[in-house]
Nanobody, 110 residues
Framework: VQLQASGGGLVQAGGSLRLSCKAS????????FGWYRQAPGKQRELVAG???????NYADFVKARFTISRDNVRRTLYLQMNSLTPEDTAVYYC?????WGRGTLVTVSS
């Protein structure tokens, strides 16, 4: 299984980014996926999850700013992030089962 995340970068506070995670080596449509993040000096934490029926769950700190979605045809997971704040600065990882992508860095400047 391979998970290739992309879409991170530097953005000003209040801006938006969309992360993507391309998956291969598994039957994409039957699995639940999650986006996690890890800020410097902090533990990795769940940001959002989506199951095979497209039901979603979010961490409280997301506060309706982020949207997780999936495209089973493209085998890709997405995270639309709006109204970003410097506290969102972290490496963002996609996850399925015990597999982790390499992560993509999101830096939000004030």
């Amino acid at each position: 299984v391979q998970l290739q995340a992309s879409g991170g970068g530097l953005v000003q506070a209040g801006g938006s980014l969309r992360l993507s995670c391309k998956a291969s080596g598994l039957n994409f449509r039957i699995y639940s996926f999650g986006w996690y993040r890890q800020a410097p000096g902090k533990q990795r934490e769940l940001v959002a999850g989506i199951d095979s029926s497209h039901s979603t769950n979010y961490a409280d700190f997301v506060k309706a700013r982020f949207t997780i979605s999936r495209d089973n045809v493209r085998r890709t997971l997405y995270l639309q992030m709006n109204s970003l704040t410097p506290e969102d600065t972290a490496v963002y990882y996609c996850n399925v089962q015990q597999f982790w992508g390499r992560g993509t860095l999101v830096t939000v400047s004030s």
